[in-house]
T-cell receptor, first 113, second 114 residues
Framework: KNQVEQSPQSLIILEGKNCTLQCNYTVSPFSNLRWYKQDTGRGPVSLTIMTFSENTKSNGRYTATLDADTKQSSLHITASQLSDSASYICVVRVQTGANNLFFGTGTRLTVIP | NAGVTQTPKFQVLKTGQSMTLQCAQDMNHNSMYWYRQDPGMGLRLIYYSASEGTTDKGEVPNGYNVSRLNKREFSLRLESAAPSQTSVYFC?????????????FGSGTRLTVV
């Protein structure tokens, strides 16, 4: 069964600290993996997208890694800011099928001063 | 550049009532999608339209209908609302077929059915 699992479900960190969010997936055949940020009351916004051949991609203070062999991805946030408080969703696309996006349930990050 | 615009932002319906959620995109994308987001679950695809004039069922289509009015607009209709349809609904669009890249989401419609 195609699944995308994220951990932790929620996380509270102090402003300025780093954190890492995890995503494990079982979907196949893999096409790409994307991390989204979803602010409360808003739609998801793309942070990074990674294909099979990419193992690291950065977007400012956000760095995503991908290990296609172990089917794991992580999102590392450096020097967190209050505005990083949001849900972070891992989405995996498979190569075939009409419904080819698989969404994780997200990690709820809260950054406190 | 507005991106994907959804209306309304909030709605409360009584069981059995009908309503249409509107979605419009101004990015000239071919594909449009409707998702629902429920607590503790990932976004689930209700219906999608790969191109103007076509619509297909997603993972959870029961109780919904859609219309791809033109390339810009894709509406979702609840003919007889049920409490199980209480959810946050997101419209999205993408520019490459089934949505390999470039998904853009609207800000959502929070629907409560009482």
């Amino acid at each position: 069964k195609n699944q995308v699992e994220q951990s932790p479900q929620s996380l509270i960190i102090l402003e300025g600290k780093n954190c890492t969010l995890q995503c494990n997936y079982t979907v196949s055949p893999f096409s790409n993996l994307r991390w989204y940020k979803q602010d409360t009351g808003r739609g998801p916004v793309s942070l990074t997208i990674m294909t099979f051949s990419e193992n690291t991609k950065s977007n400012g203070r956000y760095t995503a890694t991908l290990d296609a062999d172990t089917k794991q991805s992580s999102l590392h946030i450096t020097a967190s800011q209050l505005s990083d408080s949001a849900s972070y969703i891992c989405v995996v696309r498979v190569q075939t099928g009409a419904n080819n996006l698989f969404f994780g349930t997200g990690t709820r990050l809260t950054v406190i001063p | 550049n507005a991106g994907v615009t959804q209306t309304p932002k909030f709605q409360v319906l009584k069981t059995g009532q009908s309503m249409t959620l509107q979605c419009a995109q101004d990015m000239n994308h071919n594909s449009m999608y409707w998702y629902r987001q429920d607590p503790g679950m990932g976004l689930r695809l209700i219906y999608y339209s790969a191109s103007e004039g076509t619509t297909d069922k997603g993972e959870v289509p029961n109780g919904y209908n859609v219309s791809r009015l033109n390339k810009r607009e894709f509406s979702l209709r609840l003919e007889s609302a049920a409490p199980s349809q209480t959810s946050v609904y997101f419209c999205a669009s993408s520019g490459t077929g089934q949505g390999a890249y470039g998904y853009t989401f609207g800000s959502g419609t929070r629907l409560t059915v009482v």
